[in-house]
């Protein structure tokens, strides 16, 4: 049975194959040497024989040309004709070739559609029905009827496994379509949510410090003449403020840049957010240190600006300790103020005047998976502790513990 080539057929289908063509050819054999033993002083003999070879040859050339090509192609559509023909006449002139029928229809299947091949399977078992009636002398009228039931049925079964295979066909390529439409949403809301984060990344860090730069500098403008070392003293403010946020800026390139921020520039940042509130504050760090995903780093870098902030406006505090530990899938961050405390059940609601670091901090670790706690009580100083889940896959790092004066 001609079919796609082999490369894209499944082992089952070549085996399959194979069998089909080994059982045409043995029947054309078997066929043919039964007239010869039968009918071998009759002038047609020889005719037989050679109807037989050129049958077989376009059998051969139908394969070859379904190998190469496909069972629909020119070359294989000629070649089915010319076997159709030939074994035609065969039958005609030797009924016992109506034997190799049945092979013959999925050759029809195979290389027409319909109604072409409706027509050929027809033309099939027109003469397989004439050549078994022959067989029998006429007798065995039931010959015109078994070729058309069979040929009829296979018709059924075929056309119905094609529409099958055509729905398989055609839903496969719907889960495709809609699998490729899934991948493309998600890209894009990955494309979104990091335009987001990147938009709270920029607003909370360079735009908040150029923003206090360029106020600095229009207070040092008003003041330059009147009092010119307040104004001095506000344009360096300003200046530590644009650096900070130029600082922030090549921390955000080279956090796109990479895939994980090094334990050492992590450490420096903290250290920078933290004395960028109270120059006092001092970091230290426990555990084995090691890289640590870019939103990690972000979140956690967060935390302590914010949690500075607070202590630089609110507390009166004398120290500032950072703590950053490394655990077994998490790194902690502690931030500690012996400051005036406050009680964290009677926290304000946001409004124009502030009121929303601490829930900044908690969306912000929340979304990886973390905790922000606060303990804090009128008097006796805060902690705030955040904890973040990592991956571990990144192997520790030796950084130095003395990043700069004030840490330890």
Do not use: K
Not at 24 to 39: M, Q
Not at 96 to 104: N, R, V, Y
Not at 147 to 156: D, G, I, M, Q, R
């Amino acid at each position: 049975m001609p079919a796609p080539p082999a490369e894209a057929r499944p082992a089952a289908g070549r085996a399959l194959d194979v069998g089909v063509h080994a059982t045409f050819l043995a029947l054309v054999a078997t066929s043919t040497t039964r007239y010869v033993v039968r009918h071998g002083a009759d002038d047609r003999w020889q005719l037989v024989v050679v109807l037989a070879a050129v049958t077989v040859v376009a059998y051969g050339a139908l394969l070859v040309a379904s190998r190469h090509a496909s069972s629909r192609s020119v070359p294989a559509r000629a070649a089915t004709l010319v076997l159709l023909a030939t074994w035609s006449v065969l039958a005609l002139l030797a009924p016992s070739f109506a034997w190799c029928a049945l092979p013959l229809f999925f050759v029809c299947r195979l290389g027409f559609r319909p109604p072409w091949s409706h027509v050929l399977v027809g033309e099939v078992a027109v003469v397989t029905s004439v050549a078994l009636l022959r067989l029998s002398d006429g007798t065995d009228w039931a010959a015109l009827v078994g070729p058309p039931c069979v040929a009829v049925l296979l018709t059924l079964v075929t056309d119905r496994v094609e529409r099958d295979a055509a729905a398989r066909v055609q839903l496969q390529e719907q889960i495709a379509q809609a699998q490729a439409r899934l991948a493309r949403s998600e890209r894009e809301a990955g494309i979104v949510a990091e335009r987001e984060r990147l938009a709270r990344e920029i607003h909370d860090t360079v735009t908040q410090g150029l923003a206090s730069g360029v106020l600095l500098l229009e207070a040092a403008d008003q003041t330059w003449d009147a009092a010119p070392d307040d104004a001095r003293s506000a344009v360096r403010r300003a200046a530590v403020a644009v650096r900070a946020s130029l600082a922030d800026t090549r921390n955000l390139v080279h956090d796109l840049a990479s895939a994980r921020v090094d334990p050492e520039g992590f450490h420096a940042s903290l250290l920078a957010a933290a004395q960028g509130q109270v120059p006092s504050a001092c970091l230290t760090t426990w555990g084995d240190a090691r890289a640590v995903a870019p939103e990690v780093a972000h979140a956690l870098l967060r935390v302590t600006q914010s949690a500075a902030a607070n202590v630089a406006q609110h507390a009166a505090a004398d120290r500032l300790d950072v703590t950053l530990t490394y655990l077994p899938g998490a790194v902690a961050l502690d931030v500690y103020d012996d400051g005036s405390g406050f009680d964290p059940e009677a926290v304000a609601a946001p409004s124009s005047t502030g009121g929303y670091g601490l829930r900044a901090m908690r969306r912000r670790v929340t979304q990886l998976g973390g905790t922000v706690t606060v303990e804090s009580a009128p008097g006796e100083g805060t902690v705030v502790a955040a904890q973040v889940p990592t991956d571990d896959d990144a192997p520790p790092v030796p950084v130095r513990d003395d990043l700069e004066e004030g840490s330890r």
